[in-house]
Every structure is written in structure tokens, then in C-alpha cells.
């Protein structure tokens, strides 16, 4: 029995590894930001929105709370969070859903909004996939760093909190 949570334990630290390695080390955005996310997005009944590299699913639950029109989805690459934040959801009976897979597969053009807080250099990557796959109109909300390239058409900043930068395609 102890080599079988060893082994799922060392799954689970290994997935959290690999997604730390591919540009997004479980770093949560602080609760205190979850209200300027959501003012920023100014999410309608109808939408839909994606939180990209989702965590334990913050982001995703406070939206779905405030936005209860809107659907809710959370993308995550490492297989603890991703089940700490299907756990989480089904705690709080939040409507948020969560797919576990990796950013690069999965399609964004069916957003309305997407929110990021990945690593700069993952911004860098991930800029093409977001030119080629998004429509116009679409609103795109980075964490803490600005996506390299693009022109913010608003920039949020408050003391002691950090920033945030709205795009619309």
C-alpha cells in the first residue's frame, strides 16, 4: 500500500514539475486582484471565458460567482492542481469547469475573454497561438506582465497590488 502512494504522489509531483517547466509554475493570483479582474472583463450572459494555466481555480470560481450567465472554463497542465481545482469547484458547487491539458492544444477562438498569468517567456510563446486563433473583439487580460508586442488598451494599477493589462483584439 505505501509503494501505491508513493507512486501517486510522485505522479503528482512529477505533472507539477512538467508544468512548471513548460511556463507556468503554480504561482495563485492574489485574492485580492479577483475583484479588478472581473471590473476589467466586464463579462455579458452569453460569454464565454477561459482562464489559461487555471491553478487551483480562483480566478475561475470568483467569475463564475460574479458572472453567473457566463461559461467558465479553466485550463491547467499539472494534474494536482487541476484535481485540487475540480475538487474545489464541487466544494463550492461552482459552475467553473476544468479540462486538464496543456494551453498550446487547446482552441481559443470560441472566447470572448481570456485571462493569463503565465511566465514572460511563455508569453512569447503563446502570442502567435493567441493572433491566429482569436476573433476580433476578443478581450484578452494578462497578470503581472504585459504581452510582449501588444498595446494594452488599459493598464491597471493599484498600490500594493500588481498589475493588470487589458487587450482587445
Excluded at 484535481?83 to 496543456?102: D, E, K, W
Amino acid at each position: 500500500m505505501f509503494y501505491i502512494f508513493l507512486a501517486i504522489g510522485m505522479i503528482l509531483l512529477l505533472s507539477l514539475a512538467y508544468a512548471a517547466a513548460s511556463g507556468a509554475p503554480w504561482v495563485p493570483t492574489k485574492k485580492a486582484d479577483l475583484e479588478r479582474i472581473h471590473n476589467l472583463l466586464k463579462l455579458k450572459n452569453g460569454e464565454k471565458f477561459v482562464e489559461l494555466g487555471c491553478g487551483n481555480g480562483r480566478v475561475c470560481r470568483h467569475v463564475a460567482t460574479k458572472n453567473p450567465g457566463v461559461d467558465v472554463k479553466g485550463v491547467e497542465l499539472s494534474l494536482l492542481q487541476y484535481l485540487v481545482a475540480v475538487g474545489q469547484a464541487v466544494a463550492t458547487r461552482s459552475r467553473a469547469r476544468y479540462r486538464f491539458g496543456n494551453v498550446f492544444s487547446h482552441k481559443l477562438g470560441e472566447y470572448d475573454a481570456i485571462y493569463m498569468f503565465l511566465m514572460p517567456e511563455t508569453y512569447e510563446k503563446i502570442e502567435p497561438k493567441l493572433k491566429a486563433e482569436l476573433r476580433p473583439g476578443t478581450r484578452v487580460l494578462s497578470y503581472v506582465w504585459p504581452i510582449p508586442g501588444w498595446e494594452p488598451e488599459t493598464v491597471s494599477k493599484k498600490e500594493g497590488q500588481l498589475d493588470l493589462y487589458l487587450y482587445k483584439i
